[in-house]
T-cell receptor, first 113, second 114 residues
Framework: DQQVKQNSPSLSVQEGRISILNCDYTNSMFDYFLWYKKYPAEGPTFLISISSIKDKNEDGRFTVFLNKSAKHLSLHIVPSQPGDSAVYFCAASTGGAGNMLTFGGGTRLMVKP | DVKVTQSSRYLVKRTGEKVFLECVQDMDHENMFWYRQDPGLGLRLIYFSYDVKMKEKGDIPEGYSVSREKKERFSLILESASTNQTSMYLC?????????????FGPGTRLTVT
């Protein structure tokens, strides 16, 4: 059973609008969450992270929200740009920074000009 | 910048062959990881290593082994390749003790077993 799930395999958004990517998890021991972006033929690159002691972390156009009671996190990209078109993976770990990551299945974001 | 390199971008092997995938990182990271990426399943951890000659099984170690003789190099071995091992293989590394958990990935090796 997947402990980290991204239920939308794909998402299409107009340039300049908001992109919202969602991620749900089942393991209540997860306490550190990350988002990675992956372009075709490249490895994933780290985007943004959040610790379970916070409910929001912002970095430029990217904001991650964490709802621990719902075991749900989301990544907001505002405004979306065509260069944001990629596959986005959420990942989670237990025991704070330093442990293995469990990844979701990924969401393919397409930003249309 | 952290650099993680993988020996091949594309590889085609026959069923039953022994396959070696090599990964090298240049940032003196203690931890290294091997994943496979399949559509809809995300990245699944095969093996990881937290020090030279140390290895730990991940979620899907069956059919694979690893070797870490030097800190910068982590090899994934398919003892007898099978068609269900056709996949994208990703190597990653991460330092210890930074208080952060980001892993740095190589470009991947797309392996096809026929």
């Amino acid at each position: 059973d997947q402990q980290v799930k991204q239920n939308s395999p794909s998402l299409s958004v107009q340039e300049g609008r908001i992109s919202i990517l969602n991620c749900d998890y089942t393991n209540s021991m997860f306490d550190y969450f990350l988002w990675y972006k992956k372009y075709p033929a490249e490895g994933p690159t780290f985007l943004i992270s959040i610790s379970s002691i916070k409910d929001k972390n912002e970095d430029g156009r990217f904001t991650v929200f964490l709802n621990k009671s719902a075991k749900h996190l989301s990544l907001h990209i505002v405004p979306s740009q065509p260069g944001d078109s990629a596959v986005y993976f959420c990942a989670a770990s237990t025991g704070g920074a330093g442990n293995m990551l469990t990844f979701g299945g990924g969401t393919r974001l397409m930003v249309k000009p | 910048d952290v650099k993680v390199t993988q020996s091949s971008r594309y590889l085609v092997k026959r069923t039953g062959e022994k396959v070696f995938l090599e990964c090298v990182q240049d940032m003196d990271h203690e931890n290294m990881f091997w994943y496979r990426q399949d559509p809809g399943l995300g990245l699944r951890l095969i093996y990881f290593s937290y020090d030279v000659k140390m290895k730990e099984k991940g979620d899907i170690p069956e059919g694979y082994s690893v070797s870490r003789e030097k800190k910068e190099r982590f090899s994934l071995i398919l003892e007898s390749a099978s068609t269900n091992q056709t996949s994208m293989y990703l190597c990653a590394s991460r330092p210890t003790g930074t208080g952060r958990n980001e892993q740095y990935f190589g470009p991947g090796t797309r392996l096809t077993v026929t």
